[in-house]
Protein backbone atom coordinates (compact mmCIF):
# COMPACT_ATOMS: atom_id res chain seq x y z
CA UNK A 1 0.00 0.00 0.00
CA UNK A 2 2.90 2.38 0.75
CA UNK A 3 5.05 1.43 -1.89
CA UNK A 4 1.48 1.76 -4.56
CA UNK A 5 1.28 5.15 -2.62
CA UNK A 6 5.03 6.21 -2.77
CA UNK A 7 5.11 4.85 -7.18
CA UNK A 8 2.21 7.46 -7.50
CA UNK A 9 3.64 10.14 -5.65
CA UNK A 10 6.80 9.70 -7.48
CA UNK A 11 5.25 9.38 -10.76
CA UNK A 12 3.03 12.81 -10.42
CA UNK A 13 6.70 14.46 -9.66
CA UNK A 14 8.29 13.48 -12.22
CA UNK A 15 5.13 14.16 -15.13
CA UNK A 16 5.17 17.35 -13.40
CA UNK A 17 9.23 18.05 -13.71
CA UNK A 18 9.39 16.88 -17.47
CA UNK A 19 6.37 19.47 -18.00
CA UNK A 20 7.79 21.85 -16.14
CA UNK A 21 11.17 21.28 -18.24
CA UNK A 22 8.83 21.11 -21.72
CA UNK A 23 7.52 24.41 -20.59
CA UNK A 24 10.96 25.96 -20.07
CA UNK A 25 12.49 24.74 -23.29
CA UNK A 26 9.04 26.10 -25.21
CA UNK A 27 9.91 29.42 -23.57
CA UNK A 28 13.52 29.42 -24.48
CA UNK A 29 12.37 28.35 -28.13
CA UNK A 30 9.93 31.27 -28.25
CA UNK A 31 12.29 33.53 -26.85
CA UNK A 32 14.75 32.48 -29.52
CA UNK A 33 11.97 33.09 -32.40
CA UNK A 34 11.93 36.68 -30.93
CA UNK A 35 15.05 37.74 -30.97
CA UNK A 36 15.38 36.73 -34.26
CA UNK A 37 12.71 38.85 -35.24
CA UNK A 38 13.79 42.07 -33.64
CA UNK A 39 17.31 41.19 -34.98
CA UNK A 40 15.72 40.69 -38.60
CA UNK A 41 13.79 43.25 -38.54
CA UNK A 42 16.63 45.52 -37.12
CA UNK A 43 18.75 44.51 -40.77
CA UNK A 44 16.02 44.62 -42.54
CA UNK A 45 15.64 48.60 -41.16
CA UNK A 46 19.57 49.34 -41.11
CA UNK A 47 19.88 47.65 -44.71
CA UNK A 48 16.57 50.15 -46.52
CA UNK A 49 18.48 53.02 -44.70
CA UNK A 50 21.99 52.29 -46.06
CA UNK A 51 20.61 51.49 -49.02
CA UNK A 52 19.05 55.04 -49.72
CA UNK A 53 22.36 56.82 -48.12
CA UNK A 54 24.59 54.97 -50.13
CA UNK A 55 23.41 56.43 -53.74
CA UNK A 56 23.07 59.74 -52.59
CA UNK A 57 26.85 59.51 -50.25
CA UNK A 58 28.40 57.79 -54.65
CA UNK A 59 26.50 60.89 -55.52
CA UNK A 60 27.77 63.67 -52.99
CA UNK A 61 31.59 61.91 -53.92
CA UNK A 62 30.86 62.51 -57.57
CA UNK A 63 30.00 66.42 -56.36
CA UNK A 64 26.66 65.89 -57.48
CA UNK A 65 25.50 66.67 -54.32
CA UNK A 66 25.97 68.69 -50.92
CA UNK A 67 26.90 68.11 -47.79
CA UNK A 68 24.06 70.06 -46.56
CA UNK A 69 21.56 67.61 -48.37
CA UNK A 70 23.20 64.55 -47.44
CA UNK A 71 22.51 65.31 -44.05
CA UNK A 72 19.29 66.66 -44.37
CA UNK A 73 18.56 62.60 -44.74
CA UNK A 74 19.98 61.99 -41.77
CA UNK A 75 18.36 62.94 -38.57
CA UNK A 76 20.26 63.30 -35.17
CA UNK A 77 18.26 59.78 -33.97
CA UNK A 78 20.26 57.79 -36.93
CA UNK A 79 23.56 59.15 -36.08
CA UNK A 80 24.51 55.75 -34.91
CA UNK A 81 23.62 53.95 -38.18
CA UNK A 82 25.53 56.57 -40.03
CA UNK A 83 28.46 56.76 -38.25
CA UNK A 84 28.61 52.91 -39.22
CA UNK A 85 27.84 53.13 -42.38
CA UNK A 86 30.94 55.78 -43.35
CA UNK A 87 32.95 53.78 -41.12
CA UNK A 88 33.75 51.02 -43.82
CA UNK A 89 34.41 53.32 -46.75
CA UNK A 90 36.58 55.63 -44.10
CA UNK A 91 38.74 52.47 -43.17
CA UNK A 92 38.97 51.58 -47.17
CA UNK A 93 39.43 54.92 -49.21
CA UNK A 94 41.93 57.85 -49.20
CA UNK A 95 42.37 60.72 -51.27
CA UNK A 96 39.50 63.19 -52.11
CA UNK A 97 37.27 60.46 -51.56
CA UNK A 98 38.13 60.02 -47.96
CA UNK A 99 38.22 63.88 -47.77
CA UNK A 100 34.73 64.57 -48.54
CA UNK A 101 33.27 61.90 -46.52
CA UNK A 102 35.43 63.38 -43.73
CA UNK A 103 34.04 66.40 -44.34
CA UNK A 104 30.59 64.95 -43.83
CA UNK A 105 31.35 64.37 -40.56
CA UNK A 106 33.68 67.25 -39.28
CA UNK A 107 31.67 69.81 -41.48
CA UNK A 108 28.56 68.80 -39.61
CA UNK A 109 26.37 68.06 -36.78
CA UNK A 110 27.33 65.15 -36.71
CA UNK A 111 30.93 66.41 -35.55
CA UNK A 112 29.38 67.90 -32.20
CA UNK A 113 27.26 64.56 -31.42
CA UNK A 114 30.60 62.69 -31.82
CA UNK A 115 31.92 65.18 -29.26
CA UNK A 116 29.26 64.39 -26.86
CA UNK A 117 29.10 60.77 -26.89
CA UNK A 118 33.41 61.30 -25.43
CA UNK A 119 31.70 62.26 -22.34
CA UNK A 120 28.43 59.48 -22.84
CA UNK A 121 27.83 57.07 -19.83
CA UNK A 122 28.27 53.68 -21.86
CA UNK A 123 32.37 53.15 -22.38
CA UNK A 124 31.24 51.44 -25.46
CA UNK A 125 29.76 54.55 -27.18
CA UNK A 126 32.91 56.71 -25.76
CA UNK A 127 35.49 54.28 -27.19
CA UNK A 128 33.51 54.13 -30.56
CA UNK A 129 33.23 58.10 -30.48
CA UNK A 130 37.48 58.57 -29.82
CA UNK A 131 38.04 55.58 -32.57
CA UNK A 132 35.81 57.74 -34.98
CA UNK A 133 36.79 60.78 -34.47
CA UNK A 134 40.36 59.77 -35.06
CA UNK A 135 39.45 58.00 -38.18
CA UNK A 136 37.87 61.20 -39.73
CA UNK A 137 41.14 63.13 -38.67
CA UNK A 138 39.17 65.48 -36.89
CA UNK A 139 41.90 67.94 -35.76
CA UNK A 140 39.88 69.82 -33.89
CA UNK A 141 38.92 67.61 -31.14
CA UNK A 142 42.33 67.33 -29.94
CA UNK A 143 41.15 68.62 -26.46
CA UNK A 144 38.47 66.79 -26.31
CA UNK A 145 40.96 63.85 -26.88
CA UNK A 146 43.41 64.30 -24.52
CA UNK A 147 40.64 64.64 -22.09
CA UNK A 148 39.69 61.80 -22.82
CA UNK A 149 43.11 60.04 -22.46
CA UNK A 150 41.65 60.19 -18.15
CA UNK A 151 38.83 58.10 -18.93
CA UNK A 152 39.14 55.07 -16.22
CA UNK A 153 38.03 52.40 -19.43
CA UNK A 154 40.96 50.93 -20.69
CA UNK A 155 39.36 50.92 -24.57
CA UNK A 156 38.32 54.80 -24.32
CA UNK A 157 41.90 55.73 -23.28
CA UNK A 158 43.59 53.48 -26.04
CA UNK A 159 41.32 55.11 -29.12
CA UNK A 160 41.59 58.76 -27.50
CA UNK A 161 45.16 58.32 -27.67
CA UNK A 162 45.03 56.69 -31.20
CA UNK A 163 43.09 59.04 -32.66
CA UNK A 164 46.02 61.72 -31.60
CA UNK A 165 48.64 59.98 -32.73
CA UNK A 166 46.57 59.33 -35.90
CA UNK A 167 46.01 63.51 -36.29
CA UNK A 168 50.02 63.75 -35.27
CA UNK A 169 49.61 65.29 -32.18
CA UNK A 170 53.08 65.07 -31.12
CA UNK A 171 52.46 67.39 -28.20
CA UNK A 172 50.69 65.04 -26.25
CA UNK A 173 53.16 62.69 -26.57
CA UNK A 174 54.23 62.92 -22.86
CA UNK A 175 50.43 62.96 -21.30
CA UNK A 176 49.95 59.43 -23.26
CA UNK A 177 53.17 58.56 -21.99
CA UNK A 178 51.85 59.56 -18.42
CA UNK A 179 48.49 58.02 -18.49
CA UNK A 180 50.10 55.25 -19.54
CA UNK A 181 52.16 54.14 -16.56
CA UNK A 182 49.63 54.87 -14.24
CA UNK A 183 47.10 52.37 -15.75
CA UNK A 184 46.41 49.18 -13.89
CA UNK A 185 46.86 46.48 -16.71
CA UNK A 186 49.47 48.13 -19.33
CA UNK A 187 49.20 46.12 -22.72
CA UNK A 188 52.62 46.09 -24.28
CA UNK A 189 51.05 45.86 -27.71
CA UNK A 190 48.35 48.36 -26.53
CA UNK A 191 50.87 51.17 -26.22
CA UNK A 192 53.24 49.71 -29.25
CA UNK A 193 50.55 50.55 -31.75
CA UNK A 194 49.82 54.03 -30.93
CA UNK A 195 53.88 54.84 -31.22
CA UNK A 196 53.51 53.71 -34.29
CA UNK A 197 50.53 55.62 -35.25
CA UNK A 198 52.49 58.40 -34.72
CA UNK A 199 55.36 57.30 -37.16
CA UNK A 200 58.70 58.21 -37.31
CA UNK A 201 57.99 61.95 -35.94
CA UNK A 202 57.91 60.14 -32.36
CA UNK A 203 60.93 59.25 -32.55
CA UNK A 204 63.34 62.28 -31.39
CA UNK A 205 60.25 63.39 -28.40
CA UNK A 206 60.63 59.45 -27.64
CA UNK A 207 64.08 59.60 -26.81
CA UNK A 208 64.38 62.62 -25.00
CA UNK A 209 61.31 61.24 -22.75
CA UNK A 210 63.25 58.16 -22.43
CA UNK A 211 66.28 59.86 -20.84
CA UNK A 212 64.05 60.73 -18.04
CA UNK A 213 61.63 57.84 -17.98
CA UNK A 214 61.26 56.23 -14.39
CA UNK A 215 59.15 52.94 -15.30
CA UNK A 216 60.90 50.58 -16.47
CA UNK A 217 58.38 48.62 -18.69
CA UNK A 218 57.97 52.35 -20.00
CA UNK A 219 61.23 52.15 -21.17
CA UNK A 220 61.28 48.69 -22.87
CA UNK A 221 58.42 49.97 -24.79
CA UNK A 222 60.09 53.67 -25.52
CA UNK A 223 63.40 51.46 -26.67
CA UNK A 224 61.52 48.62 -28.62
CA UNK A 225 59.44 51.65 -31.09
CA UNK A 226 62.84 53.43 -31.24
CA UNK A 227 64.00 50.09 -32.67
CA UNK A 228 61.01 49.77 -34.77
CA UNK A 229 62.32 52.76 -36.77
CA UNK A 230 65.94 52.02 -36.58
CA UNK A 231 66.59 55.72 -34.99
CA UNK A 232 70.10 55.78 -35.12
CA UNK A 233 70.39 59.00 -32.79
CA UNK A 234 69.31 56.84 -30.00
CA UNK A 235 71.92 54.17 -30.34
CA UNK A 236 74.00 55.68 -27.16
CA UNK A 237 70.92 56.11 -25.08
CA UNK A 238 70.05 53.03 -25.38
CA UNK A 239 73.38 51.51 -25.15
CA UNK A 240 73.56 53.15 -21.66
CA UNK A 241 70.85 51.63 -20.40
CA UNK A 242 71.86 48.39 -21.65
CA UNK A 243 75.28 49.09 -19.86
CA UNK A 244 73.52 50.13 -16.57
CA UNK A 245 70.17 48.18 -16.25
CA UNK A 246 70.07 44.54 -14.49
CA UNK A 247 66.56 43.81 -15.37
CA UNK A 248 65.95 41.19 -17.97
CA UNK A 249 62.78 42.50 -20.30
CA UNK A 250 65.02 45.96 -20.58
CA UNK A 251 68.27 44.50 -21.84
CA UNK A 252 66.44 42.37 -24.27
CA UNK A 253 64.70 45.23 -25.90
CA UNK A 254 67.99 47.16 -26.03
CA UNK A 255 70.27 44.67 -27.81
CA UNK A 256 67.40 43.97 -30.35
CA UNK A 257 67.16 47.80 -30.41
CA UNK A 258 71.41 48.54 -31.14
CA UNK A 259 71.22 45.23 -33.62
CA UNK A 260 67.77 46.71 -35.34
CA UNK A 261 69.68 50.08 -35.61
CA UNK A 262 72.92 48.58 -36.15
CA UNK A 263 74.49 50.95 -33.80
CA UNK A 264 78.28 50.42 -34.49
CA UNK A 265 79.32 51.92 -31.16
CA UNK A 266 77.20 48.72 -29.45
CA UNK A 267 79.82 46.26 -30.26
CA UNK A 268 81.73 46.15 -26.61
CA UNK A 269 78.55 45.50 -24.87
CA UNK A 270 77.58 43.05 -27.15
CA UNK A 271 80.32 41.11 -26.94
CA UNK A 272 80.14 41.18 -22.67
CA UNK A 273 76.31 40.03 -23.51
CA UNK A 274 77.36 36.97 -25.33
CA UNK A 275 79.16 35.42 -21.93
CA UNK A 276 75.62 36.65 -20.25
CA UNK A 277 73.98 33.06 -18.49
CA UNK A 278 70.83 33.89 -19.52
CA UNK A 279 70.90 31.82 -23.35
CA UNK A 280 68.30 34.97 -24.69
CA UNK A 281 70.97 37.40 -23.70
CA UNK A 282 73.42 35.29 -25.51
CA UNK A 283 71.53 34.30 -28.87
CA UNK A 284 70.31 37.88 -28.81
CA UNK A 285 73.57 39.31 -28.85
CA UNK A 286 74.76 36.58 -31.22
CA UNK A 287 71.90 38.27 -33.30
CA UNK A 288 72.74 41.44 -33.19
CA UNK A 289 76.34 41.48 -33.67
CA UNK A 290 75.32 39.55 -36.91
CA UNK A 291 73.78 42.32 -38.15
CA UNK A 292 76.45 45.33 -37.11
CA UNK A 293 79.63 43.05 -37.10
CA UNK A 294 82.70 42.57 -39.50
CA UNK A 295 85.20 39.38 -40.01
CA UNK A 296 86.61 40.55 -36.61
CA UNK A 297 83.63 38.90 -34.36
CA UNK A 298 84.04 35.90 -37.03
CA UNK A 299 86.59 33.79 -34.66
CA UNK A 300 84.28 34.53 -31.49
CA UNK A 301 80.94 33.31 -33.32
CA UNK A 302 83.06 30.34 -33.90
CA UNK A 303 83.04 29.26 -29.99
CA UNK A 304 79.70 29.67 -29.76
CA UNK A 305 78.73 26.84 -32.24
CA UNK A 306 79.32 24.57 -29.61
CA UNK A 307 76.76 26.24 -26.74
CA UNK A 308 75.24 24.52 -24.50
CA UNK A 309 71.96 25.99 -25.91
CA UNK A 310 70.80 25.05 -29.54
CA UNK A 311 69.24 28.63 -30.21
CA UNK A 312 72.66 30.05 -29.47
CA UNK A 313 74.29 27.84 -31.44
CA UNK A 314 71.78 28.24 -34.35
CA UNK A 315 72.19 32.54 -33.96
CA UNK A 316 76.10 31.57 -34.09
CA UNK A 317 75.89 30.22 -37.17
CA UNK A 318 73.84 32.17 -38.65
CA UNK A 319 75.21 35.67 -37.66
CA UNK A 320 78.69 34.18 -39.44
CA UNK A 321 76.61 32.94 -42.53
CA UNK A 322 75.51 36.82 -42.89
CA UNK A 323 78.53 38.19 -41.92
CA UNK A 324 80.80 37.75 -44.68
CA UNK A 325 81.81 34.75 -47.22
CA UNK A 326 84.44 33.74 -45.44
CA UNK A 327 82.10 33.12 -42.91
CA UNK A 328 79.97 30.97 -44.89
CA UNK A 329 83.26 29.14 -45.96
CA UNK A 330 83.95 28.28 -42.37
CA UNK A 331 80.69 26.90 -41.74
CA UNK A 332 80.86 24.87 -44.38
CA UNK A 333 84.06 23.25 -43.50
CA UNK A 334 82.93 23.22 -40.03
CA UNK A 335 79.37 21.07 -41.38
CA UNK A 336 81.76 18.78 -42.82
CA UNK A 337 84.60 18.60 -40.42
CA UNK A 338 84.14 19.58 -37.01
CA UNK A 339 84.70 16.84 -34.22
CA UNK A 340 82.48 18.88 -32.03
CA UNK A 341 79.28 17.18 -33.24
CA UNK A 342 76.60 19.94 -32.11
CA UNK A 343 78.46 22.62 -34.11
CA UNK A 344 78.45 20.25 -36.86
CA UNK A 345 75.07 19.63 -36.56
CA UNK A 346 73.37 22.67 -36.67
CA UNK A 347 75.85 24.40 -39.29
CA UNK A 348 74.08 21.44 -41.52
CA UNK A 349 70.70 22.58 -40.31
CA UNK A 350 71.86 26.14 -41.13
CA UNK A 351 73.09 25.20 -44.23
CA UNK A 352 70.25 23.57 -45.57
CA UNK A 353 67.86 26.03 -44.00
CA UNK A 354 69.46 28.65 -46.14
CA UNK A 355 69.32 26.88 -49.21
CA UNK A 356 65.95 26.15 -48.94
CA UNK A 357 65.24 30.13 -48.19
CA UNK A 358 67.40 30.71 -51.09
CA UNK B 1 27.43 46.50 -75.52
CA UNK B 2 28.60 50.14 -76.90
CA UNK B 3 27.76 53.28 -76.21
CA UNK B 4 28.12 55.60 -79.54
CA UNK B 5 30.49 54.18 -80.85
CA UNK B 6 32.02 52.99 -77.95
CA UNK B 7 33.22 49.67 -77.07
CA UNK B 8 32.23 49.16 -73.63
CA UNK B 9 35.23 47.24 -71.72
CA UNK B 10 34.43 44.48 -69.92
CA UNK B 11 35.74 44.34 -66.19
CA UNK B 12 35.45 41.06 -63.38
CA UNK B 13 36.00 42.50 -60.46
CA UNK B 14 36.35 40.04 -57.28
CA UNK B 15 36.39 41.73 -53.82
CA UNK B 16 34.51 40.40 -50.55
CA UNK B 17 34.14 43.96 -48.82
CA UNK B 18 31.00 44.73 -50.34
CA UNK B 19 30.53 48.44 -49.41
CA UNK B 20 33.36 49.06 -51.12
CA UNK B 21 32.90 46.71 -54.30
CA UNK B 22 29.86 48.87 -54.94
CA UNK B 23 31.85 52.16 -54.14
CA UNK B 24 34.02 50.81 -56.77
CA UNK B 25 31.69 49.73 -59.77
CA UNK B 26 29.91 53.03 -59.46
CA UNK B 27 32.93 54.78 -60.34
CA UNK B 28 33.84 52.19 -63.18
CA UNK B 29 30.60 52.15 -64.33
CA UNK B 30 31.00 56.06 -64.76
CA UNK B 31 33.68 55.34 -66.82
CA UNK B 32 31.64 53.64 -68.74
CA UNK B 33 33.38 50.11 -68.10
CA UNK B 34 30.76 47.31 -67.84
CA UNK B 35 31.59 45.35 -64.58
CA UNK B 36 30.71 42.12 -63.22
CA UNK B 37 31.33 41.82 -59.43
CA UNK B 38 31.83 38.31 -57.62
CA UNK B 39 31.81 38.55 -53.64
CA UNK B 40 34.29 35.54 -53.37
CA UNK B 41 36.74 33.99 -55.21
CA UNK B 42 34.12 30.59 -56.22
CA UNK B 43 33.69 31.02 -59.99
CA UNK B 44 35.62 34.07 -60.62
CA UNK B 45 38.11 32.05 -63.10
CA UNK B 46 35.66 29.87 -64.96
CA UNK B 47 33.37 33.42 -65.77
CA UNK B 48 37.17 35.04 -66.80
CA UNK B 49 37.79 31.90 -69.26
CA UNK B 50 34.39 32.27 -70.60
CA UNK B 51 33.79 36.30 -70.78
CA UNK B 52 37.76 36.94 -71.62
CA UNK B 53 37.05 40.49 -70.09
CA UNK B 54 39.63 43.44 -70.83
CA UNK B 55 40.93 43.77 -67.28
CA UNK B 56 40.35 41.15 -64.28
CA UNK B 57 40.76 43.18 -60.53
CA UNK B 58 41.09 40.65 -57.50
CA UNK B 59 41.07 41.13 -53.92
CA UNK B 60 43.87 38.95 -51.98
CA UNK B 61 42.00 37.70 -48.81
CA UNK B 62 38.47 36.61 -49.61
CA UNK B 63 36.26 33.39 -49.09
CA UNK B 64 36.58 30.60 -50.96
CA UNK B 65 39.19 31.40 -52.99
CA UNK B 66 42.37 33.70 -52.79
CA UNK B 67 43.18 36.36 -55.49
CA UNK B 68 46.88 35.30 -55.50
CA UNK B 69 45.43 31.56 -56.91
CA UNK B 70 43.31 32.86 -59.19
CA UNK B 71 46.10 35.22 -60.21
CA UNK B 72 48.18 32.42 -61.16
CA UNK B 73 45.31 30.47 -63.03
CA UNK B 74 45.04 33.15 -64.81
CA UNK B 75 48.81 33.38 -66.11
CA UNK B 76 48.39 29.59 -66.28
CA UNK B 77 45.80 29.49 -69.34
CA UNK B 78 47.01 29.78 -72.81
CA UNK B 79 43.27 31.74 -73.19
CA UNK B 80 43.72 34.19 -70.19
CA UNK B 81 47.20 34.87 -70.18
CA UNK B 82 47.40 38.21 -71.57
CA UNK B 83 44.22 39.25 -69.83
CA UNK B 84 45.55 42.75 -67.35
CA UNK B 85 45.08 41.89 -63.74
CA UNK B 86 45.09 44.38 -60.81
CA UNK B 87 45.80 43.27 -57.39
CA UNK B 88 43.98 45.26 -54.92
CA UNK B 89 44.73 44.39 -51.36
CA UNK B 90 44.70 45.23 -47.45
CA UNK B 91 48.14 42.97 -47.51
CA UNK B 92 50.77 45.99 -47.87
CA UNK B 93 53.79 44.80 -46.67
CA UNK B 94 56.70 45.33 -49.75
CA UNK B 95 56.98 41.71 -49.79
CA UNK B 96 53.03 41.07 -50.43
CA UNK B 97 53.67 43.78 -53.54
CA UNK B 98 56.48 41.67 -54.71
CA UNK B 99 54.82 38.51 -54.31
CA UNK B 100 51.90 39.86 -56.27
CA UNK B 101 53.76 41.19 -58.97
CA UNK B 102 55.94 38.16 -59.15
CA UNK B 103 53.27 36.16 -59.80
CA UNK B 104 52.29 38.44 -63.03
CA UNK B 105 50.19 40.86 -61.74
CA UNK B 106 50.19 43.46 -64.02
CA UNK B 107 49.91 46.21 -60.71
CA UNK B 108 49.21 46.28 -57.27
CA UNK B 109 47.04 48.55 -55.06
CA UNK B 110 47.27 48.91 -51.88
CA UNK B 111 43.94 49.83 -49.68
CA UNK B 112 43.38 52.79 -48.09
CA UNK B 113 43.52 53.51 -51.58
CA UNK B 114 41.83 56.40 -53.79
CA UNK B 115 38.95 55.14 -56.09
CA UNK B 116 40.21 57.65 -59.04
CA UNK B 117 43.83 56.40 -58.90
CA UNK B 118 42.28 52.77 -59.34
CA UNK B 119 40.09 54.37 -62.31
CA UNK B 120 44.07 55.55 -63.90
CA UNK B 121 45.32 52.46 -63.46
CA UNK B 122 42.47 50.22 -65.24
CA UNK B 123 43.11 52.87 -67.73
CA UNK B 124 46.54 52.65 -68.02
CA UNK B 125 46.84 48.61 -68.00
CA UNK B 126 44.09 48.81 -70.48
CA UNK B 127 46.23 51.05 -73.01
CA UNK B 128 49.25 49.09 -72.37
CA UNK B 129 47.81 45.73 -73.48
CA UNK B 130 46.67 47.72 -76.34
CA UNK B 131 49.96 49.00 -77.42
CA UNK B 132 51.20 45.97 -77.28
Not at chain 1, 307 to 325: G, K, P, T
Request: glycine fraction near 6%.
Amino acid sequence: MIGKFFNQGALWTTTMAVLALLFVVGMLILYCFFLRFVSNSSKKKQFKLYAGWEKMVFQYLEGEKTTQEIMALVPRARYAYFQHFLKSYLLALKGDDFEKLSALVTNTDLFSCLIDQLVHGDEQVRSESAFFIGLVRARQAKEHLIRGLEDKDEGVYFNCALSLAKIGAIDTLGIILGQFRIRKKPSRDLLLSILFEFGTDACQPLLWYLKGEPDAFSISLIVDALGHYRYYPAGEEILCILDATPGYDVRINCIRAVGKIEYLGAMPSLRECMNDADWRVRSLAIWALGRIGDDSVEEELVVYLGDENWWVRYRAAEALFSLSRKGREALSVIAQHSKNKKAASVTRILLTDMKVGG
Amino acid sequence: MSKGNKVQKTIIYAEDDLDIARLVKFKLEREEFKVTHFPDGEGVIEAIIETIPDIVLLDVMMPLRDGISILRDIRANPKTVSIPTIILSAKGQESDVVKGLGDGATDYLTKPFAPSELVARVNKAISWQFLQ
